[in-house]
């Protein structure tokens, strides 16, 4: 099992033929990822040859459903065209809309996700991002770009706003392996939060224990901690980046801002061993603690 992605799962990629469409597509790929085509309304009816694979250029995301199937769209466009890009996936009734995406105005995800509960979402899309690395069922599919030669499957889910911190703690357990990691972004309006990914993770079966890497800035973690005290029955284990971060001072992420007390690790590491999460000081105390969580499984 898995969730949100899996095996099955048909992918598009909007923006196919710019320079990192291309890149990450070959390399979804080669993670085995089934890539079935990509948009560009300006190229439209060409193809491109990646990865051994000759993948059809459609008009629109809708046109690129109703001809391959899709149920999956990766976001590869500059920062101005990401709105649009994504309502239109949205209009298209996509499933899964994963939007990679950094620099995106905050104002424009704002009105994506308003659009996203609204009426007008009427298949239910769920996105991912933006400013994020995607997901990755390991050894089934990744749509986004995490590193696929990172860990292989196993019984560990993973929610992180760091790519990077994603990738560590995926390779510091990899002896373990991955449900699925998902990289919801750290932006300060996402589409997918941690509190919807751990209820996720509580109902897929084959996932044993989940890491939640949080960072300083907004309330995210708290509400998650809240979450966990009332839903969550599989243990946890959490990391907050940002210990050592100066107030008021924007730190990598747009939305990784401290004011005041609100939003530091440290508030956040209490909140979050309030209700049993045990939390590490640094990622590799993070995956220790939990390596130890496996090994009395």
Known sequence: MSIYLNKDSKIIVQGITGGMGSKHTTLMIEAGSNIVGGVNARKAGTT??????????????????????????????????????????????IKLLVVI????????????????QSDKNHNGTRMIGPNC????????????????????KGPIGLVSKSGTLTYQMMFELKDFGFSTAIGIGGDPIIGTTHIDALEAFEADPDTKAIVMIGEIGGDAEERAAAYIKDNVTKPVVGYVAGFTAPEGKTMG??????????????????????????????PSETAELMREIMNNL
Not at 55 to 83: H, I, L, N, R, Y
Not at 134 to 152: D, K, M, R, Y
């Open 48 to 93: 491109v040859e990646l990865a051994g694979t000759t993948q059809p250029v459609f008009g629109s995301v809708e046109e690129a459903m109703k001809e391959t199937g899709a149920d999956v769209s990766v976001v590869f466009v500059p920062p101005a065209f990401t709105k649009d890009a994504c309502i239109e996936a949205i209009d298209a009734g």
């Open 101 to 116: 995406t950094e620099g995106v105005p905050v104002q424009d995800t704002a009105e994506v996700w308003s659009y996203l």
């Open 133 to 152: 690395p995607g997901i990755i069922t390991p050894e089934e599919s990744l749509a986004g770009i995490t590193p696929h030669t990172i860990a292989g």
């Open 253 to 282: 992420h747009a939305g990784a801002i401290v004011s005041g007390s609100a939003g530091t690790a440290q508030a956040k590491k209490e909140a979050l061993e309030a209700v049993g999460v045990k939390v590490g000081k640094t």
